[in-house]
C-alpha cells in the first residue's frame, strides 16, 4: 500500500433539495429583471442560477480523508498520533453535541444535514482543542480507520 493512499475518504455533498433551491434563486433572479426586459431576465436566470450553484458546491465540496498518519478534515490537516479515542454519535447524541453539549474551542465540521458523526478526542497537551467533530454518513468506517492507522 502506498503510505498516502487513503484509509478512508468521504465527500460531504450537499442533498439534492438544495440543487432544487438554487435553481429556484436563478428563476427568482430572473423574476426580479422581468420588467426591465427579456434578456436582462435571461442573465438573472443563468447568472443567479449560477451564483446559487457554486455557493450550494463549495458547502458539499468538503472531505474527510483519514490518510497514513494524518486526517484530514477539510482545511484541517491532524497527526493521527494527537488523536484519543473515536466515538460514534447517533442522530440525538450528535444533534447534542452540535447544540449544549459542544465546547467553542473544539474543530467542528459540521453539516446540519448530515445526522451522524464521529467526535475525536485530542490527546496532545500542547493542542487547547479538546475534540474534533466530524459530520459523517458512515461514522463506523471513519472510526475503523482512525483506529486502524493510530494502530499500525
Not at 14 to 21: V, Y
Not at 53 to 63: E, L
Amino acid at each position: 500500500m502506498q503510505p498516502n493512499a487513503p484509509q478512508y475518504a468521504e465527500r460531504l455533498t450537499a442533498p439534492r433539495s438544495w440543487w432544487f433551491i438554487s435553481g429556484l434563486v436563478g428563476f427568482a433572479c430572473a423574476l426580479m429583471l422581468l420588467p426591465v426586459g427579456t434578456l436582462p431576465m435571461l442573465a438573472g436566470l443563468v447568472g443567479g442560477t449560477a451564483v446559487s450553484w457554486v455557493v450550494v458546491s463549495s458547502y458539499g465540496s468538503v472531505r474527510i480523508r483519514v490518510l497514513a498518519d494524518t486526517l484530514v478534515a477539510g482545511e484541517a490537516r491532524i497527526p493521527v498520533r494527537a488523536l484519543g479515542e473515536a466515538e460514534v454519535l447517533d442522530a440525538e447524541e450528535a444533534r447534542a453535541w452540535r447544540l449544549h453539549k459542544a465546547d467553542p474551542r473544539a474543530f467542528m465540521l459540521l453539516r446540519a444535514y448530515i445526522p451522524t458523526a464521529v467526535k475525536v478526542e485530542i490527546t496532545d497537551p500542547a493542542d487547547p482543542t479538546p475534540y474534533v467533530y466530524l459530520s459523517t454518513r458512515d461514522p463506523e468506517a471513519l472510526k475503523t480507520a482512525l483506529e486502524a492507522v493510530r494502530t499500525a
